[in-house]
DNA sequence: TTAAAATTTTAGATTTACCTAAAAATTTAT
DNA sequence: ATAAATTTTTAGGTAAATCTAAAATTTTAA
């Protein structure tokens, strides 16, 4: 079955938005694919005859296993695709999402699976999330937040959960990236922001906001 | 500017149908396009406000230096991927094609031109076509059609005039590909079939229809 | 618990790319 | 040169994906 670029960002969208089998909301889904609520509620309603999700009026929206799959593959092919602008090509990891969401939408299969041959099999992306294998199996990221990881504890930057060009510059400007080792020294309760220390260079301090964003990897 | 895929397949058609300057009738890209005249009357209007094309009612179309432009840098990519799929990815290049008609249309020049430096700057793709640079710049390639070779003459198979899987079938099985040297030994003119002689292997004859489809360089 | 607020859906339009059928223009052939 | 054939355009309609405005439903909060 082959579907329209539009209708595979929709179940890329709830894909990523439905934690834990809750069900989606429409104007969750508005402002992550920055369009209005009624447009939602026009393809949701496609997209159910299509059998790629559960949607009942007023009730939100959940993925069928056949939708899960079509959103699974669309992921594996973005995260190749990224890893190959930054491997192969040369690209900066801060770059590649936005050009990885033309290319995720490339329908051949045999393309995917030999990027995935030439690239090795690789585990995850430049950004440290998982690539799901050619089954549509996700390895799964034993990570945690930043913000929640005890002092004094050597942990490796694995995942940045956002990927906006501002988060970006931060993250450049205080030399972080994936892979990036480093440790919390210290909370502060009054604003909850961390000071850190990063290799054997100074310590300094990030907001929450920042924090909540940073994933890690540790033990 | 950005175009629709449909429009740039528009742009591609009518430059590969345009034979020196000379305009291209509606019911030719119709054809071309697997659509009816009626909706290529209706698209030519669109394009020719966009300024890509010069049109005037029953009078066919012609590029402008803008759509001459878009036209080259879809070819451009196209062939570039199609050298990628081939020479980096293993792919058979009778399979290519298709592949490359989705991936020449993702828009990133700088995803381009990474790539051409990755493939060591390239003159030709895995046909024989020529690649253009990203000047806009084609190479020519001084080729003659197959039919036309004198008899006894040594050359190169430059180039395949047609993608169809059933050519490729064909060239498959007389091991005929892009790079095989191969000379006319003798031409038949009840039927303008040709003996054809590869390497130091038995010759072998040829219809006139696959000889007019294939382009070989010598000298 | 019911009124206000927020969310979601429906109704009715718009744009893009396409279609068929019929009219208009051009080309060809007698 | 004019009638027939062909090509091209116009007119009017459809499906996909979007929109705004208004109605329906659900949630929240006094």
């Known amino acids: 079955m082959k579907y329209s670029v539009t209708k595979e960002n929709y179940i890329k ?37 299509q059998k790629l999700l559960q949607y009942e009026k007023y ?33 900066g990891w801060e770059e590649v999402h936005e050009i990885a969401e033309e290319l995720e939408h490339i329908s051949s299969k045999k393309l995917t699976d030999r990027l995935e041959e030439y690239l090795g099999f690789p585990r995850s992306d430049p950004h440290g999330d998982p690539i799901p294998d050619n089954q549509g199996r996700m390895p799964v990221n034993k990570q945690i937040n930043l913000a929640d990881l005890p002092v004094n504890t050597v942990s490796m930057v694995s995942n940045i ?37 990063v290799h054997n260079k100074a310590a300094f301090t990030i907001s929450e906001h920042l924090a909540r964003h940073l994933f890690v990897k540790y033990e």
């Open 59 to 91: 009730k939100g929206v959940k993925l069928t296993v056949e939708g899960r799959k079509l959103a699974i593959l669309i992921i594996r092919k973005h995260r190749l695709w990224e890893l190959f602008l930054v491997q192969k090509l040369g690209f």
């Open 161 to 197: 959960g956002d990927q906006s060009a501002e988060i970006m510059e931060l993250l450049n400007h205080k030399n972080i990236k994936i892979g990036t080792r480093l440790e919390v020294k210290k909370k502060f309760t009054y604003d909850n922001s961390l000071e850190i220390k």
């Open 13 to 49: 969208a709830i894909f990523h938005l439905q934690q834990e089998n809750a069900s989606v909301s429409t104007n969750a889904l508005a402002q992550a694919l920055h369009t209005k609520a009624a447009s939602v509620t026009d393809m949701l309603k496609k997209l159910k005859t």
